[in-house]
């Protein structure tokens, strides 16, 4: 879409930002409610598509990223006040090529980080008993809380390959600059969503089709509000490099 100038991206990480948790999930919800059948109905289609593409080797792999662009595209459609057609939560393949790289590039990370993780279990949790059950839990704890600041640090490298065009590995460090601005609140934004989707489960996993798309797009709201994402914005972004 390329509506994203890098100008506002570096006034936004000058200036820094709020984030608003409770209003980006209301808005979010206000939002889904206007589509609310193309959304749920778009949640059992890529819900349908990955149960398949899990039988064929790395399907999921090529399939994910894209389906899961489709809800920010369909959050942008809607939030403009433009049609919404089905077809709209597809065109994340558009960007199929960024958005596989970028996740090519957060399995190398994971796996990195994960590297002295299994070294130490290797070393020292291999037969010792409950010593090894104990240090397993430790690893295990360590490693979700890493699980959950990385998917902090990298809330937003879809959106940036999407709104402003960028390369995967820019993209990502634009998100990771951009998170880190406001790294405790996103932290707490990302445990309500997840939380928010356990409880999805928790409805026999029914409740999904509604707490998956409405997680998916209060993240959209929040990088929207942050970088006041709208086209009469981005003329006065122009306008106003000009005149500087």
């Given amino acids: 879409m390329n ?26 919800a206000n939002l889904i409610q206007k589509e609310l059948g193309m959304f749920i109905a778009f949640t059992l289609v890529s819900f349908a598509i990955s149960m398949t593409a899990s039988f064929i080797p790395f399907a999921s792999f090529l399939v994910s990223p ?9 959050a942008y459609k809607v939030d403009q006040g433009e049609r919404l057609e089905f077809g709209d939560f597809f065109k994340g393949f558009n960007y199929l090529g960024e958005l596989l790289l970028a996740n090519i590039f957060l399995i190398l990370i994971v796996f990195v980080i994960a590297i002295p993780f299994i070294i130490l279990f ?48 820019d993209a990502m460090e634009t998100s990771r600059n951009t998170v880190m601005l406001q790294l ?57 490099h000009l005149v500087e």
């Fill in 184 to 240: 405790g609140s996103f932290l707490g934004f990302i445990i309500i969503l997840t939380l928010i989707n356990i409880g999805g489960m928790l409805c026999l996993f029914v409740g999904l089709l509604y707490t998956i798309p409405l997680t998916a797009v209060a993240i959209y709201i929040a990088f929207a509000d942050i970088f006041r994402l709208d086209h009469e914005q981005e003329g006065d972004d122009i306008i106003n």
């Fill in 122 to 169: 290797l070393l020292f949790g291999v037969g010792l008993g409950e010593s090894g059950f104990f240090l397993i839990f430790v690893l295990s704890f360590v490693g979700m809380i890493g699980g959950i600041l990385l998917m902090c640090l990298y809330t937003f490298n879809q959106h940036f390959i999407i709104f402003a065009g960028k390369r995967a590995w």
């Fill in 3 to 28: 509506i994203l100038s890098q100008d506002r991206i570096e006034r936004v990480q000058h200036e820094g930002y709020q984030l608003h948790i409770s209003d980006c999930i209301s808005r979010a």
């Fill in 66 to 74: 894209p389906l899961t662009a489709g809800w920010i595209i369909a």
